[in-house]
């Protein structure tokens, strides 16, 4: 009896361990394929006008930069751009030059369309940003915020028309195929 037991324990063991190998197993995932950088959702207000742009500039980029590569890129250019007013401005005691009063001045100066009104109504959304664009959109939406009172989906809004405005002053910015060159492209065009 003792032998049959001990079978009978030596039977259980085996399945328990093959139930626990067949947990353990690496099993494919479902839903979105993974990124090279893992991204993070950031939550925004964008009118459905600004989201048709979004997939609008990145059928003008070249083919290997997909519609989430979008916000990354327009991050970037945002930083760059409010860097160079920062060097602009390094010896004086201030974050924005003296003209420089009022959020839509932002706009005016680097000669971008205002928002328009479709824009007042947003709905909110999530866009996908890889871990140092949302710092760097944190960090826009700091200054922004300390110095007009922007909030993120303003600060956002102006990242994505001046990617826009980009693309349509640079057509040779297609040659860029990946996200990265792309990104080196406009911190040199901002240095």
């Not at 102006?158 to 911190?187: F, G, M, N, W």
Request: charged fraction near 25%; charge should be positive.
């Amino acid at each position: 009896m003792s032998k049959k037991k001990d079978k009978q324990q030596e039977d259980q063991a085996k399945q328990r361990a093959s139930t626990l190998a067949a947990l353990l197993k690496e099993k494919p995932k479902r839903g979105r394929p993974s990124h090279n950088v893992s991204r993070q959702n950031v939550y925004v207000a964008l009118a459905k006008s600004q989201k048709k742009q979004m997939k609008q500039l990145a059928g003008l980029l070249a083919n290997e930069i997909s519609r989430a590569d979008v916000p990354d890129l327009a991050i970037s250019i945002l930083s760059a751009r409010l860097e160079a007013l920062r060097r602009a401005v390094a010896d004086r005691n201030r974050e924005m030059p003296e003209g420089i009063t009022d959020f839509e001045s932002l706009y005016l100066l680097w000669d971008l369309p205002l928002p328009t009104a479709d824009e007042k109504e947003p709905s909110w959304t999530s866009i996908r940003v890889s871990p140092q664009q949302a710092i760097e959109l944190g960090r826009a939406h700091g200054t922004l915020n300390a110095v007009f009172g922007a909030n993120r989906s303003q600060t956002f809004s102006l990242a994505l028309s001046l990617l826009e405005q980009l693309i349509e002053d640079h057509p040779l910015i297609q040659q860029y195929v990946t996200v990265e060159d792309l990104r080196k492209y406009i911190i040199d065009l901002h240095s």
